[in-house]
Structure formats: C-alpha cells, structure tokens
C-alpha cells in the first residue's frame, strides 16, 4: 500500500487546469478543466496517510479522506466513490464549491513546506467517475414504511435530509416555493462555479428514489401557500431547512436611489437567465453590461457578484470592503480569481454615501484603517479622516450578509423558538425545535453559512427523526397493550 503513497515529497501539488481568464471572463461555465485520470491517481498517492488525519477533522462530515485517497491511488475508483458517498450526500458538490483552504486542505499536515494534498479535487473526480460509469443509483431502501415527513426546502439541507429519509423507507415530500431544487445551490451560487446539471442530477436520482417534490408550493400564510398547520397535518414529522434570505441593508444619504440592488436579486436574475428563464420587467435592470459596477461586501457572495458582473461585459467591477485582504471573510481562492478576471479590490475602504439624481451614479466612500482587537480578538476598523474619494458606479450591488426571515411571525408559529440572531433554536444533539415533531436544520439553524454543514445537519436531522418516529410508534404501540 505505502509504496503507492507517501509521495508529497516527489510529487508536487496540481490541482486541475483552470481555463485562462479571458477564456471565463465571456462564459459561465466552470473555471476548473476535469483531472485527467493519471493526474488523479499522482496527487491523490502524494497523501502521507496519516494516523489522525487532520483533513478529517476539519471537514465537517468526518469523510475519510485518506481512505479514498489511498483508493484513489491504486486505481479502485469504485471503491474509493463507496468510501466517499458513505458520508457525504453531495460529494462532487463538495469537491467543487466547500472553502477546502479553510477546511480539509488547510489542516492538511503536509502543507507547511509541501502545500496540501489536492482533497477537493479528488473528491470530485471520483464522484464525476462514478457518474459516468453508473455507480450512482438512486436510493432504495430494503422496506417501505408507512410513515410520512414533510421536509420545506429544497436546498442542500433539505435535499440531504430527503436521501437519507427515503433510504430509510419513509415517504418524503419536498415543498419548495422555488420551481428548481437546490435553493442556493442554483439560484445563489453561479455557473462558474457549480454548473447547475450537478445539482439536477442529483434531483432526478431523488425523484427516481421515491422522493416526492411539491416545486412552486411556498409554506406560510400568504396567498398559494400551504399552512404550516396543514403541512403538520399532511406528515408525522416536519422538517425545516429554509436558509436565511433577509439581505442585510445600508442606510446613509441616497441609500434609496435607483440601481442600489441586493446581491441575491442580482445572482438569482443571472442564474436565471443562464438557464433560460424570462425574467420579470422589474429583474431585467439586473444587468451589469456596458455599466460601472460597484459591489459592497467581502464574503463569498460579494465575489460571486463582482465575477457575474465581469461576465456581462460591465465597463468597470470594484469590490469595495472596509477591512483589508488578510481579514476578508471570503475564500483566498475565490479573490485571487476575481482579480485574474479584472475585478479591483479597493481594500480598507467603506462607503459614506451614494450619489445621483434618481438613478445612482456614484459612490462616495472613506478610506479604513485598523484599529485594536475588540472582544472577539477582530481588529476594529476605523474611518481616516479627510480620505473621502468618489467611485462612478451606474450599478451598485450590496452583499452585506444574510439573516433569517422572521418564521414564527410569518408562519404564525409563536411556538417556534428563535435564538437572538433570529435563527431557529433546536436541541443541540436531536434537531428538534421547541415544537414537537418539527426539526430545523441548515443555514436556519446556523445563519448564513456553507453547502457542507448544511449536508451535515440534514443528514443528521433526518437520523433524529427516524429515531423520534420510531419512539413515538413504540410508546404508542405501549399505550395500546397497557
Ligand atoms: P438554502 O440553500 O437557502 O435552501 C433553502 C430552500 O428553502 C430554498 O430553495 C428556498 O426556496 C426554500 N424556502 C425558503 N422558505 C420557504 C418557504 N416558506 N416555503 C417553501 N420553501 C421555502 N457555501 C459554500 O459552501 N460554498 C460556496 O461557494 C458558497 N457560495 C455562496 C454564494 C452565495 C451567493 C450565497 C448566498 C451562499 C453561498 N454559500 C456557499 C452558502 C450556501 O449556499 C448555504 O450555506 C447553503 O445553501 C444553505 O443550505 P440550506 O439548505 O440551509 O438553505
Ligand atoms: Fe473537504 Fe468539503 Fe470534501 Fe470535507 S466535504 S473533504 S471539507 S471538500
Ligand atoms: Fe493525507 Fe493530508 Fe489528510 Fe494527512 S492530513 S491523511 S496527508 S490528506
């Protein structure tokens, strides 16, 4: 075995060939070419297969990653696909969009000196291998049960959640106010760096599963929407997996003009038009070509906006943010691309004011600077004066964060629990809110966070749930003898 691997000293790391970026710039299809199967083979043996494996430990699902590397490594792809699905419901997903510097491959134990073995790219390989040779099949569980859980959202929370129910024998039904599955997976996150096929396959492999999809059915008391009381009525358990979709704003003089749009109202029109929609009048401004974008923001939604807008010929993209590159919540990765594609950074700066008559034509922003940790150890920032300076933007994109949609209010669910951010509170260990028979999982229970936790949390509520049906069936089945 070890004569296939313990390679990272000879082998350098590779990841897959990224297309040039003039190439990207005019599309938005992956950036990432496909490995050549060899190159798999080479960078997955340069893993020293270590006794505790820290990659392991920094991802979230536990995956066994020198297991399917060393499998890898030795050719036995089908194997290592076995390995790698046993505890990931979403692995080419995974490989292709999880911040793998900031996860698996930045606890990698070779990387001081050697750089990491390339995880994210492996995994993805071996699952797009299994996909073209047929090793997925839908799920099919030994036994149906009769027993029913109704799961609202479609995203990877609730997608994961779904598989592993329906492994399980249950009936599942998906509600989704979206006519597509996958929530962020297809309208939040772009083509560039998730083509949305992945996602639909996994959907039809679902659908070819058993699970039933309620698409266009939004829960909630507005008009067309399901109760949440009818929805309860419908399942013996409810899962919630709804995300967080209230965007964060920014006040200040001429925060109301015209061409001040939301981040997600931006990449949600651009998705769709990749896939073919017709947008509504109101989403066909959302539009960055022949225009100066402006983005404000320094997550991993502000870069998926500043590389949309580069994509549709805007005439400038500036990403405005107030603390420095070091300090950016956003992945190191996904800003070295931006500015391969054209994007300016202008660091340690926060916007003041927007400017124009009606419609936006600037924004006025003041240079930052540093100062001391506060109580979280975070530096503070603090505007200098005098260093005010005007950027001309026709399109300003505010990607400021996300935080959950006021459920108990809307849903008329006062029962429903939230923590002080507003997510949902359940047990630490079984999912379940402070409603019985209803469990929460995703970024509604996290806030606004990544694909894999939210993988993690519906594969683990659905655990939670099958084991509180199966509670309640005996305690019932006692009540009846007794
Ligand atoms: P979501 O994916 O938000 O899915 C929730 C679903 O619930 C949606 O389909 C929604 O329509 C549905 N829903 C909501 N309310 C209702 C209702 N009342 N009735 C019926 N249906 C409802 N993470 C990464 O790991 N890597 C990345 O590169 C990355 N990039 C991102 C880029 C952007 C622009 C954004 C916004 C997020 C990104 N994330 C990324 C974060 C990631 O997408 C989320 O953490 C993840 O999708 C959360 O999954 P979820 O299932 O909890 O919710
Ligand atoms: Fe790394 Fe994400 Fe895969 Fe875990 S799921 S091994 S963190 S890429
Ligand atoms: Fe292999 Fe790196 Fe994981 Fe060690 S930490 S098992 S070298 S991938």
Partial sequence: MTNKMLKFVSVQQRQPEKRTADDRRVDFDEIYEDFVPAGATEQASRCSQCGVPFCSVHCPLGNNIPDWLMLTAQGRLEEAYGVSSATNSFPEICGRICPQDRLCEGNCVIEPGF???????????????????????????????????????????????????????????????YDRVGGLLVYGIPGFKLEKHIVSRRHDLLVESGVVFHLGQGIGSGEGE????????????VLIATGVYKSR????????????????????????????????????????????VVVLGGGDTAMDCVRTAIRQGAKSVRCLYRRDKANMPGSAREVK?????????????????????????????????????DASGRQSVEALEGSSFTLEADLVIKALGFDPEPLPQLWAQPGLEVSRWGTLKVGQQDFQTTVPGVFAAGDIVRG????????????????????WIEANNTAAAAREQG
């Fill in 448 to 467: 606004a966070s990544l694909v894999v936790w939210a993988i993690k949390d519906g594969r683990e509520a659905a655990a939670s749930i099958q084991q």
């Fill in 115 to 177: 750089e990491s073995v390339t995880i994210g790219a492996v995994e993805r390989y071996i699952t797009d291998t299994a996909f073209e040779n047929g090793w997925v099949r839908p799920t099919r569980p030994f036994a149906e049960r009769e027993e029913s859980v109704g799961i609202v959202g479609a995203g990877p929370a609730g997608l994961a959640a779904a598989e592993r129910l329906r492994a399980a024998g249950f009936q599942v039904h998906v509600y989704d106010r």
């Fill in 226 to 237: 399901l109760s949440f009381e009818a929805l309860r009525a419908r399942h013996n358990a």
């Fill in 337 to 373: 691309n931006a500015e391969e594609e054209g994007v300016q950074f202008e660091w340690l700066a926060a916007p003041e004011a927007f400017v124009g008559d009606g419609h936006v034509t600037g924004v006025r922003a003041t240079r930052m600077k540093l100062g001391l940790p």
């Fill in 249 to 292: 704003e920014i006040g200040g003089p001429g925060a109301g003009l015209a061409g001040i749009e939301r981040a997600l109202d931006y990449l949600t029109a651009s998705n769709r038009r990749s896939l073919g929609d017709t947008l509504p009048d109101e989403a066909q401004a959302l539009d960055a070509s022949g225009k100066h």
